[in-house]
């Protein structure tokens, strides 16, 4: 995939390869950590930065985060999984609003009269913005009669669903933990690579070391990832190479979901309640910072496919772990939270799930695409609108009437917003809100490995090959009285 991050992205995974090699071989040490950090960062001569030194900072930061660790040793306090590196941070520019070369430094100086703040100033060719002085309110870009005042919004900021980016005095990006919902929008709009998140690389490894079972989960996004030629298959083939237990595709814990939050849908139906339905929990997360009485009201107590695959692995395999492999950061929150017992031990982004292959010298090879557990219902969980159709899929195999059913279909930060605003305020017309917060959902999550128009053709074509089987059909093959689908249960 080639991105606008495409040289962050090659030397955070390079980190996150370097470090499981370390994992493989017990050396958790400063001196081979050190190592790493001049064989990515020979010198003489900066490559990303203005200097190795700062270049060599940045590396050894990254390192702590592939250990699971915050950036630095004062931010450990911190529960988060997202974090700001603050050297890469210093190389954004800081002022948010900038004079451009359209100013014509013209006798009317609205610009000047214009701020309350003293923060223009004009000379003899052009005006200049103090942005010690300058809040950011946006008078002077709008009294300019030639446009040239620009506003400079960060990407980070930009991309931030919920405000939760702001700067300190020095122009250091700060992350608002209580507003933070973790879905990780920020890491990959920074061009700096100044924002990134820990992993749980390094655990898998130990956890492997240890003899322990263990099972990888390839969420429904995962088909059309790699390319048409990469199947489930593929990835079982590897997955085993390396010493895992099998693979098991979180498809199948879509059909679960659907069915049990197809029970609350009709319930609810009877009693005129809404609900949101989603799988994403960066809005859950959204619902439990900024709407806690929808959260409690309204939302699905059914588990996520990814919660409800863990416990079913449990339920047949005691002691086992799993380990989630997707395109979400906000997955790592989801795995976090103890309240919701039997979820999955780890998540690993595509990013870093490549890492750990390479560092054991596996590569995913091309395979018949003859695994399938999940319904296609199932599999389009990861599409914007599959978790409410495969829900809807459901009610009609029971021979429920949706005829009548109305669904908000909300895609990206700010339709979520919106749609759970009407929520609160009654103003809702329809019935079920599905929220997720990536446009295009999970698919376009974060961290895909492609752009999404390929892994929209070679996804189609996989799920394409796939046989027809209906959801409660497919359920039957399996031990649902085993384990709770219950956001409380076990």
Request: glycine share 8%.
């Amino acid at each position: 995939m080639v991105t606008n991050d495409e040289s962050i992205l090659k030397l955070k995974h390079k980190v996150i390869e370097e470090v499981a090699r370390l994992a493989w071989n017990g050396d958790f040490d400063e001196d081979h950590y050190e190592r790493i950090t001049y064989k990515l960062i020979p010198g003489p001569k900066a490559t990303y930065r203005c200097c190795i030194y700062k270049e060599r900072e940045l590396i050894r930061q990254r390192i702590r985060l592939a250990l699971g660790k915050t950036p630095t040793p004062e931010t450990e306090e911190s529960k988060k999984m997202v974090h700001v590196l603050d050297p890469a941070c210093e190389e954004c520019p800081i002022s948010s609003y900038i004079v451009t070369d359209n100013c014509r430094s013209c006798m009317g100086k609205a610009c000047f009269n214009s701020c309350q703040f003293g923060a223009v100033s004009v000379n003899g060719r052009r005006a200049y913005i103090d942005p010690q002085k300058c809040k950011e309110c946006g008078k002077c870009a709008a009294a300019c009669p030639y446009s040239a005042i620009a506003h400079l919004e960060r990407p980070c900021k930009k991309a931030c669903p919920v405000g939760a980016i702001t700067y300190d005095e020095y122009g250091i990006c700060k992350i608002n933990e209580e507003k933070c919902i973790e879905c990780g929008h920020c890491i990959h709009a920074c061009p700096f690579g100044a924002i990134s998140s820990k992993s749980y690389v390094a655990d898998v490894i130990l956890e492997l070391k240890a003899g322990r079972k263990i099972y990888i989960m390839c969420a429904p996004a995962t088909e059309g990832q790699f390319g048409q030629d990469i199947t489930f298959e593929s990835i079982r083939n590897a997955v085993k190479e390396i010493g895992f237990e099998d693979m098991v595709e979180v498809g199948l814990g879509g059909d679960m979901t659907a069915a049990y939050e197809a029970e609350e849908w009709e319930e609810a139906m009877k009693t005129g309640k809404k609900m949101t339905t989603s799988c994403c929990p960066a809005f859950v997360n959204l619902m439990k910072n900024e709407f806690p009485e929808q959260f409690k009201e309204n939302m699905s107590e059914t588990i996520s496919p990814m919660c409800a695959v863990s416990r079913y692995l449990k339920a047949l395999h005691p002691g086992c772990v799993t380990v989630f492999v997707g395109p979400c950061i906000a997955k790592k929150s989801e795995c976090r939270d103890q309240s919701v017992k039997g979820n999955a031990d780890y998540v690993l982004t595509f990013g870093e799930f490549r890492a750990l292959l390479r560092s054991r010298d596996v590569e995913l090879k091309p395979a018949e695409n003859s695994y399938q557990e999940a319904s296609v219902w199932g599999k389009r969980f990861a599409n914007s609108g599959g978790v409410a159709n495969a829900v809807l899929e459901v009610l009609n195999e029971k021979g429920v009437d949706t005829s009548g059913v109305k669904l908000a279909k909300c895609a990206g930060g700010q339709e979520c917003r919106v749609g759970l605003l009407k929520l609160k305020s009654g103003r809702l017309e329809e019935d079920f809100i599905e929220g997720m917060i990536c446009p295009g959902g999970c698919v376009g999550g974060p961290s895909k490995h492609r752009t999404e128009a390929e892994i929209t053709k070679a996804r189609e074509g996989l799920i394409r090959q796939a046989d027809g089987r209906k959801v409660l059909e497919n359920l039957k093959a399996y031990p649902m009285d085993r384990f709770s689908m219950h956001r409380n249960g076990d």
